[in-house]
């Protein structure tokens, strides 16, 4: 029997200067293999500035489409926000209109009529992604896009923690053994 592959996380921060075509081959061989690649870009540009011998579309493609999960926080750029509302999806909304007339003293009046209309919006629109608080984000890829909030875990730094530790066998230790 072929055992099943020790799970492992690799996490490329700034993905724009890993992009390669090794990079490129095993992001589509990583998932079967037991590998779990976390990749932190900015934006779609970041994706798109790739070497000269890489297709930028095919770039962006391939890890869009092998990355399923997306953590999305505030964005800066109106393209990546807009690629990002698109991908919420589509809500229907009631829209309404109201009836502004000028009155004889030339102020205006609103009628007491009004008209409602079914409309369409982005679950998740460009705003919202471009106006995200500190800590919170979208997550795509777990059902309905939805927001959450992250914080970071307070630790104190200390020396002994960084010091290198040896472990014989084949035994697996835990992190939380390690703590």
């Known amino acids: 029997t072929v055992a099943k592959p020790r799970p492992v996380v690799a996490i490329l921060d700034e993905a724009k ?3 390669s ?20 870009h900015q934006s779609l540009q970041d994706l798109r500035d790739c070497p000269a011998d890489l ?9 869009m489409e092998n990355c399923r999960l997306k953590l999305v926080y505030k964005a800066e750029d109106p393209k990546t926000a807009k690629w990002l509302a698109e991908k919420s999806g589509r809500i229907q909304v009631d829209d309404e209109m109201r009836r502004v007339s000028r009155n004889a003293a030339m102020s205006e009046v609103i009628d ?3 008209t409602i209309r079914q409309a369409e919006r982005f679950l998740i629109d460009e705003n919202m992604i471009m106006n995200l608080a500190y800590g919170q984000a ?3 890829g777990n059902g309905l896009p939805d927001f959450v909030s992250t914080s970071p875990i307070p ?8 010091k290198t530790q040896t472990f014989e066998g084949t035994e ?3 992190a939380a053994e390690l703590i």
């Open 17 to 19: 200067y890993h992009i």
């Open 21 to 40: 075509k090794p990079f490129m081959e095993g992001l589509g061989a990583a998932r079967d293999k037991g590998l779990s690649v976390v990749i932190a």
């Open 55 to 63: 297709n930028a579309d095919a770039v962006q493609g391939a890890v």
């Open 112 to 114: 007491d009529q009004r």
């Open 138 to 140: 979208v997550v795509f």
């Open 155 to 162: 630790v104190e730094k200390n020396q002994q923690d960084l």
């Open 172 to 174: 697996i230790i835990k």
